[in-house]
Each structure stands twice: as structure tokens, then as C-alpha cells.
């Protein structure tokens, strides 16, 4: 008997050994809350890191979207929800739900943004920040319109930039250099498309140019006349993508808009900022001032941080957005985006503070 009994043991521990085991497919779900100005550069190196990859947009906003596709053995599920650099901070620090790309809503894992926590009244010590790029940020006119009266106007200073974010549309092209009468324009006024306040280019811009009044924004309707851009409210608002500023600019013959470097359309040459033209060499040598660090911000540890599996895609994505390799070669970073690793070598910005003081180590 004893015989037997062990012969039914042995062959059922042989019977367990040779069958496979079905092990369950490991998926890692993330959301991410951020700015979009950098959207087509980050898009773009997602199809680096995951493969077979497919981006579902929002049913409502473009500006969310929802990412799958393989990391490894590994499933992923990433939303993005990139509606504001700014907002996306006060989201994580907050732990604000936002929405998915699938119509749902989350708490985000972690944000990109290109303005400091500082900034928009956040203090940053509780945050693990990793600088990837630097993202510099122009004003842009209508050069395509042969109605307009902007052909004049190559720069724009400081004292001009507050004029035209604070006055809303009131001052007359003559005060850029523009003509002093036009019968195109009812008034010869130069109309200012900015960005909303949850975006961080409204935030980076406003205090790289030291603005204290609070910025009034344009919009257009279908005929191309200018009518005042409001929130639901009927608050002062703003556009919220520099997409979205670019279609305004091409409508409105007499606007200023603000975009980071990703969204100058093809042909078009910003304005020089206080007589300084906007190149990537000119950013890393110090001498064109309006830009922020990329970072992204996370909790290092506690129940708000990532798991293990999310801060590894968040650690990948970073280092597919800093190759140097890519930053000096892909088309959608040379001359719109600056390596942070170029910057550091010369010169330097405390980045708690936007705006503030550029530090030359040239000198």
C-alpha cells in the first residue's frame, strides 16, 4: 500500500511540474497631468518607449488622450491630461481628480510642467522635481495677412509686453512701430492672444516680463473680428493651447500671441525680446531670457508616489525626452527646445523662480 501511495505522489508532483502554469499579464496604469509645450515632443518619444502603442484622444479635448502599447512583458495604460502646466501642479499638490482619456477621472501619479511650484503659490520641498529640457517661449504676429499693419513690428519690449497683456487690445499699432492710421483695422489696434492661467507659458511669460496687471485675451469669430476671450464666468481668460493661439493669430490681422518654441508655425519669425532674437544658441548663452525648466514632479514617497512600476515609465519617458542623441537631431526638438544638460553648461536660473535672474557662467 505504501508503495502505491508513493508512486500516486510521484506522479502527481510530475503531472504539476510539466503543466504551464498561466501566470496573469502585469498592466501598469498611470496618469500624468501636465502643460502642452512640449505635447508633440513627448507624444512622439511614447512610440520610443512602448511598442505597439496606440494614443486615443479625449472625446472633447485633444489635449487628453489615452496611451497603450507594450513596455516589455508589460502592459500600459497612460492617460494624459495636459490641459495646463500651471493647473497640473495645483493637481498634484492638491490630489484633484482629472479627466482620463476615456472620459473618466483619476488622481494623477505625477506632473510636466514648465513652470516652477513656486509660482503659482506651491511650495516645492515636499516634491521630487527631474529637469529633462528647457522650453523657450515667444511672442508671435500674423506675418501672412496683407491686411494687417504688423509688418513694421519686429520687437517688442518689456514695457511693451505688460502694455499689450494689460491693455487688452486698446493700444494703437503706432505705439510697436506699427502705422500710426490703417484702413483695414477699425482703430489701428493691436489686439494680445495669450493663454489662460492654468497654462504655464501665461505663468513663465508673465513673469519673465515682471506683469502686475492682471492679462486681458482675444479671441475671434467666424468673420475674423476680434471679441473678448471669457471663461464661463465671463472672466478674462485665455487660450488654452498654443495651437489654439496660432489659429487665433492667422484670424485676427492685428494680434500678438505667446507660444512656446514647438508651436511657431513654419515660415514665421517670433518677435525679438528686447531686441534679442529668439535661437536656441541665444537661450543657452543667456542672452534670451523668456523660458522655464521642464520638470517633472512627483511625491518620492508616501501613499500620493508612485508605485515602483510608474516611476520606472516616468524615469523612462524622462530619459527619452533628454537623449542627446535626439536632442540634437529629431526635427520636433532642434531649434524649438533647448537639452537641459546644453543649458547647465553655461548658464544658470534658480528654478524656483520663473523669470528671475539669469546667472552667466561665460563671464
Do not use: C
Amino acid at each position: 500500500m505504501k508503495t502505491i501511495i508513493k508512486k500516486l505522489f510521484l506522479a502527481g508532483v510530475a503531472a504539476a511540474w510539466l503543466t504551464p502554469v498561466a501566470h496573469a499579464t502585469v498592466t501598469i496604469t498611470n496618469l500624468t497631468v501636465g502643460g502642452n509645450a512640449s505635447i508633440k515632443l513627448i507624444q512622439d518619444r511614447l512610440t520610443n518607449i512602448l511598442t505597439g502603442i496606440t494614443l486615443t484622444n479625449n472625446a472633447t479635448n485633444s489635449l487628453i488622450f489615452q496611451v497603450r502599447g507594450s513596455w516589455g512583458s508589460t502592459n500600459v495604460v497612460w492617460d494624459f491630461n495636459f490641459t495646463g502646466g500651471a493647473g497640473a501642479i495645483l493637481d498634484i499638490a492638491n490630489q484633484n481628480n482629472v479627466t482620463r482619456g476615456d472620459g473618466s477621472t483619476g488622481i494623477p501619479v505625477n506632473a510636466i510642467s514648465i513652470t516652477a511650484p513656486e509660482t503659482v503659490g506651491i511650495d516645492s520641498t515636499p516634491f521630487t522635481q527631474d529637469f529633462t529640457l528647457v522650453a523657450p517661449l515667444v511672442f508671435i504676429k500674423n506675418t501672412n495677412s496683407a491686411i494687417n499693419s504688423l509688418g513694421p513690428i519686429t520687437n517688442i519690449t518689456q514695457r511693451l509686453a505688460i502694455q499689450l497683456e494689460s491693455s487688452g487690445g486698446t493700444l494703437p499699432t503706432a505705439y510697436f512701430g506699427g502705422p500710426s492710421t490703417s484702413n483695414n483695422i477699425p482703430g489701428d489696434a493691436l489686439y494680445f492672444v495669450g493663454r489662460n492661467s492654468l497654462a504655464a507659458v501665461r505663468q513663465v511669460i508673465d513673469a519673465a516680463i515682471f506683469i502686475k496687471a492682471s492679462a486681458q485675451n482675444f479671441t475671434t469669430n467666424s468673420s475674423g473680428q476680434p471679441t473678448n476671450y471669457v471663461d464661463s464666468v465671463g472672466n478674462p481668460s485665455g487660450a488654452g493651447s498654443g495651437t489654439e493661439v496660432v489659429a487665433i493669430v492667422k484670424a485676427i490681422p492685428n494680434s500678438i500671441g505667446t507660444v512656446a518654441g514647438q508651436d511657431i508655425p513654419s515660415g514665421w519669425t517670433p518677435l525679438t525680446y528686447e531686441g534679442v532674437p529668439f535661437t536656441t544658441a541665444n537661450v543657452t548663452n543667456g542672452f534670451y531670457p523668456i523660458w522655464g525648466y521642464e520638470r517633472y514632479i512627483y511625491y518620492p514617497s508616501g501613499s500620493k508616489a508612485p508605485s515602483a512600476g510608474q516611476l520606472a515609465l516616468i524615469k523612462a519617458l524622462e530619459a527619452a525626452v533628454s537623449d542627446a542623441t535626439y536632442n540634437h537631431s529629431s526635427s520636433l526638438f532642434v531649434g524649438k527646445f533647448v537639452s537641459y544638460a546644453d543649458l547647465n553648461a553655461n548658464v544658470s536660473r534658480d528654478p524656483k523662480n520663473d523669470g528671475g535672474l539669469i546667472t552667466s557662467q561665460l563671464y
